[in-house]
């Protein structure tokens, strides 16, 4: 079992950034994959980035790229996006989401989707 608390969303003027942290916490022991995800009003949950536990891979959906970055530190459990140049349609309820076996790739692209899954963080982008 493990436990996701996401932390940093909040309401930012376009063009600016956030930087939000996904906390892991239970039995982490065994490698993992690890990363965010967004679901906005009316639309189907996406991946964004996802990383493995140990940090060695990175996957980026077309969303995230140029803009976002993920991080992870593995002592500590925690999962970070720094989102950069943000936008209004990067409005969003934000997740983090986990699955042991699987690889960052397959993580964020759902196949499987994550077994695990935090309570979301509200980003919202408007002037």
């Known amino acids: 079992q493990v436990q996701l608390v996401e932390s940093g969303g909040g309401l930012v003027q376009p063009g600016g950034s956030l930087r939000l942290s996904c906390a892991a916490s239970?039995?982490?022991?065994?490698?993992?994959?690890i990363g965010w995800f967004r679901q906005a009003p009316g639309k189907e949950r996406e991946g964004i980035s996802c990383?493995?536990?140990?940090?060695?891979?990175?996957y980026y959906t077309d969303s995230a790229k140029g803009r976002f970055i993920i991080s992870g530190d593995a002592a500590e459990k925690m999962v970070y996006l720094q989102m950069n140049d943000l936008k209004p349609e990067d409005t969003a309820v934000y997740y983090c989401?986990?699955?042991?076996?699987?690889?960052?790739?397959?993580?964020?692209?759902?196949?499987?989707?994550?077994?695990?899954w935090g309570q979301g963080t509200q980003v919202t982008v408007s002037s």
């Open positions: 239970g039995s982490t022991r065994d490698y993992y994959s």
């Open positions: 990383i493995g536990s140990n940090g060695d891979r990175t």
């Open positions: 989401g986990a699955q042991y076996g699987t690889t960052p790739q397959a993580l964020c692209v759902m196949w499987p989707p994550p077994g695990y």
